[in-house]
């Protein structure tokens, strides 16, 4: 089932909380996910919780039925819950995902975690122009065109079709139009539009 179903319709979509967290390591105060060098994918969601809607328990137990469906045909490492918990009108969840299909194929988005010569192989374009990255700060004004890109350096990249927090293990160096640096190895795609992120 869609995240976008699933979780907006029990938790409600993408609020900014803050406060104590449950979540350890990548600890995003919005929803968000990070990309390992092993090709795991941790992702952490923050939403606010109506309890006249639904209980804890249903919340459990609806992403519990989820996950195994989903794990039923992918294997039962493919998704598995770290933790869930609701306190204060506030729900945090921590999933991981055994490889980016995964994540994607459970949360039916489009998502890819490779690099420039796979995503090409994968049907992405690098349509539009791209703004350089130097430690952690967008080089504004200077952009360059995708096209070049794909003839050039082999880098790292991350393909986001949804407005989240992304997390990569290395240093960004160059983000497509529309995607906001939040620091060295952080950024944030801000609409549903297919959006790339290049680290090494």
Request: proline content about 2%; hydrophobic content about 35%; aromatic content about 12%.
């Amino acid at each position: 089932m869609k995240r976008g179903y699933l979780l907006a319709t029990l938790l409600g979509f993408c609020c900014f909380l803050t406060g104590c967290s449950i979540l350890e390591g990548f600890s995003p105060e919005v929803t968000g996910v990070s990309v390992s060098r092993n090709g795991t994918v941790t992702e952490v969601v923050r939403e606010s919780f109506d309890a006249s809607y639904y209980s804890e328990e249903e919340l459990k137990s609806a992403v519990e039925n989820e996950i195994t469906d989903y794990n039923s045909s992918h294997g039962d490492k493919a998704v598995k819950k770290k933790s869930l918990e609701v306190k204060d009108g506030e729900a945090q969840m921590r999933l991981v995902y055994d490889s980016y299909q995964d994540y994607a194929g459970f949360n039916h988005v489009d998502f890819y975690v490779g690099d420039i010569n796979g995503a090409i192989q994968a049907g992405y374009a690098f349509e539009g122009s791209f703004l350089p990255v130097s430690d952690g700060k967008a080089a504004e004004g200077s952009n360059v065109w995708g096209s070049s890109l794909m003839s050039g350096t082999n880098y790292k990249t991350v393909v986001v079709s949804e407005a989240l927090l992304v997390d990569v293990p290395g240093k960004i160096c160059y983000v497509s139009d529309g995607v906001k640096v939040t620091g060295k190895s952080e950024a944030v795609t801000e609409d549903s539009n297919v959006a790339y992120i290049l680290y090494e």
